[in-house]
């Protein structure tokens, strides 16, 4: 079945990065970089595919049963704010394997914490719950919060994340 296929395909990436990288990711390498996108591009599909399932069977009439709505609707949601907090999280600075070598000089959002240094360790930098929380305060406010996107690809992205969630 197409589910079980993206599935393993979605484990093979991962069990990729995770051999490669198993505790910090700071090794730079072009093909790790690639079989990281690669996993968020096949999730993103996956998740985009089940929205689509999902919207055909609403209007269809296929789907009456309000809790099998809410349930399969809720897990499409929380897997769409997972999935923006992946591509966040690989798109910003070049991605963790960049952002820990500090190879980008500038960031591609501007968090609360680098507005006031003076309030957080002298070495901080965000980690995947800042986008995360990015990723859900988006979904839900349709906006930025606290968190500016400040290229145009973060910007770009935003919007598809608050156009989807809507």
Same mark, same amino acid.
């Given at each position: 079945?197409?589910? @079980? $296929?993206?599935? #393993?395909?979605?484990? *093979?990436?991962? @069990?990729?990065?995770?051999?490669? =990288?198993?505790?910090?990711? =700071?090794?730079?390498?072009?093909?790790?970089?690639?079989?990281?996108?690669?996993?968020? #591009?096949?999730?993103?599909? $996956?998740?985009?595919? &089940?929205?689509?399932?999902?919207?055909?069977? %609403?209007?269809?009439?296929?789907?009456?049963? #309000?809790?099998?709505?809410?349930?399969?609707?809720?897990?499409?949601?929380?897997? =769409?704010?997972?999935?923006?907090? %992946?591509?966040?999280?690989?798109?910003?600075?070049? *991605? /963790?394997?960049?952002? @820990?070598? @500090?190879?980008?000089?500038?960031?591609?959002? %501007?968090?609360?914490?680098?507005?006031? /240094?003076?309030?957080?360790?002298?070495?901080?930098?965000?980690?995947?719950?800042?986008?995360?929380?990015?990723?859900?305060? =988006?979904?839900? $406010?349709?906006? /930025?919060?606290?968190?500016? /996107?400040?290229?145009?690809?973060?910007?770009?992205?935003? %919007? &598809?994340?608050? #156009?989807?969630?809507?």
């Amino acid at each position: 079945s197409p589910a @079980a $296929a993206t599935t #393993a395909i979605e484990m *093979g990436l991962f @069990a990729v990065l995770a051999i490669a =990288n198993p505790t910090r990711i =700071n090794r730079q390498s072009t093909v790790l970089r690639m079989v990281a996108l690669a996993l968020v #591009a096949v999730a993103s599909l $996956a998740t985009a595919w &089940s929205a689509l399932r999902l919207l055909e069977k %609403l209007v269809s009439g296929g789907m009456d049963d #309000a809790a099998g709505l809410l349930l399969n609707g809720g897990a499409i949601w929380l897997t =769409n704010v997972i999935i923006f907090a %992946l591509w966040y999280w690989e798109g910003d600075r070049g *991605g /963790p394997a960049a952002r @820990a070598n @500090a190879t980008e000089d500038y960031p591609d959002f %501007l968090f609360a914490q680098m507005t006031t /240094p003076e309030l957080v360790p002298k070495d901080w930098e965000p980690t995947f719950v800042d986008y995360l929380y990015l990723s859900f305060t =988006n979904a839900t $406010a349709f906006s /930025p919060t606290d968190t500016l /996107p400040l290229s145009r690809w973060a910007k770009l992205t935003m %919007l &598809s994340e608050s #156009a989807v969630s809507l």
